[in-house]
């Protein structure tokens, strides 16, 4: 069984900058990819960064050039660095790890960006 927990979302100004973390437990092998979905209200479920258990990553364009998303392996977590927010930005943000073809997903962490 694995589980994802969150944190590090909050309110912040526009222009600001939030770090969210996840920490894996569980079974968790050494090839997967992790990453960061959001989810406005009203929307659907969207990728915005992941990162390969070799180093890959992936960014939605709407985020290129100020979101960084980093992992630990060894401490089983990936962080997702975000710099220069919109209220755009505003959303749930939901921690995934994909494994063996089998999705794992944390509760969220919501992120509110004021203008």
């Known amino acids: 069984q694995v589980q994802l927990v969150e944190s590090g979302g909050g309110l912040v100004q526009a222009g600001g900058t939030l770090r969210l973390s996840c920490a894996a437990s569980?079974?968790?092998?050494?090839?997967?990819?992790m990453g960061w979905y959001r989810q406005a209200p009203g929307k659907q479920r969207e990728l915005v960064a992941r990162?390969?258990?070799?180093?890959?990553?992936n960014y939605v364009d709407s985020v290129k050039g100020r979101f960084t998303i980093s992992r630990d392996s060894a401490k089983r977590t990936v962080n997702l660095q975000m710099n220069s927010l919109k209220p755009e930005d505003t959303g749930v943000y939901y921690c995934?790890?994909?494994?063996?073809?089998?999705?794992?997903w944390g509760q969220g962490t919501q992120v509110t960006v004021s203008s």
């Open positions: 995934n790890l994909l494994q063996l073809q089998h999705n794992y």
């Open positions: 569980g079974t968790i092998f050494s090839i997967n990819v």
């Open positions: 990162i390969f258990s070799g180093g890959n990553t």
